[in-house]
């Protein structure tokens, strides 16, 4: 089976809705023609009704930065994945770097989600990546490996094919910084021999992995030149209309 290549944008808490309206309509056009290439946006969680207004009839799709692990009940100021599919969602993202280590959610937590988001038929794109001091200490393999089986141990295996990870090194991201293409396909590959370890060939091969840590024109071309890179998750320059452009233009 053929792993999607996705390249999407993370906006993190940034945009207004005419701000927001203006980048999404400068993307469609840079979409067209690609039938091979996702490219997904996700807005803020208010902006998520607009989206769906504004993708209208292209190949852009759109989906939320985060939810909640339960379908509803009394947690307020979270997000239901099942609101998020009947707002159109296709794609939500679950344990990115600043949701573990701002809001201190655990291994175990993402997994819920991501249960959830497949329960829902969204896509989750789980985040995993470590800190410097891991990757100096040489501790970032496990790291990365008990970041991926929490998921595996959540999902059964029969969903694994509709699960989509990103490897964001948590010191490159907002830093400038960039791990090289050599470090990206090292945890690439890393990830994708956890998944051939646990579930076998196919399901390795199938599965997309996506780079994520400022991810940028200048090395968009390189960073997917890799083997093992499926795609990019982009967090600043995907906020520029040019900037994200350009990474799609790449494809």
Not at 91 to 104: D, K, N, T, W
Not at 220 to 235: M, P, Q, R, S, T
């Amino acid at each position: 089976m053929a792993r999607r290549t996705i390249i999407a944008g993370n906006w993190k808490m940034n945009l207004l809705p005419d701000q927001a309206e203006s980048l999404v309509m400068s993307l469609v056009a840079v979409t067209e023609n690609k039938p091979d290439l996702e490219v997904v946006v996700f807005p803020p969680t208010a902006l998520i009704p607009y989206a769906g207004e504004w993708v209208s009839g292209s190949s852009l799709q759109f989906g939320a930065q985060n939810c909640w692990h339960e379908l509803s009940g009394a947690f307020t100021g979270e997000t239901s994945p099942e609101l998020l599919r009947a707002l159109g969602c296709g794609y939500c993202l679950v344990g990115h770097s600043e949701r573990r280590e701002i809001f201190g959610e655990s291994n175990d937590l993402i997994g819920l989600k991501t249960r959830a988001l497949i329960q829902m038929k969204i896509t989750p794109i789980i985040c995993v990546g470590e800190s410097l001091d891991e990757r100096e200490a040489g501790t970032h393999l496990e790291k990365i490996k008990s970041q991926v089986e929490s998921v595996f141990d959540a999902v059964e295996m029969s969903s694994w094919l509709r699960l989509v990870f990103a490897y964001e090194p948590i010191w490159a991201i907002g830093t400038g910084k960039t791990a090289t293409p050599d470090q990206a396909e090292e945890i690439h590959r890393h990830i994708r021999d956890l998944i051939r370890e646990r579930a076998g060939e196919a399901l390795s091969e199938g599965i997309s992995i996506l780079y994520g840590g400022s991810a940028k024109p200048s090395n968009a071309a390189e960073l997917l030149g890799k083997e093992n890179i499926d795609g990019l998750l982009v967090g600043g320059a995907s906020l520029k209309a040019e900037d994200f452009s350009n990474i799609i233009s790449v494809f």
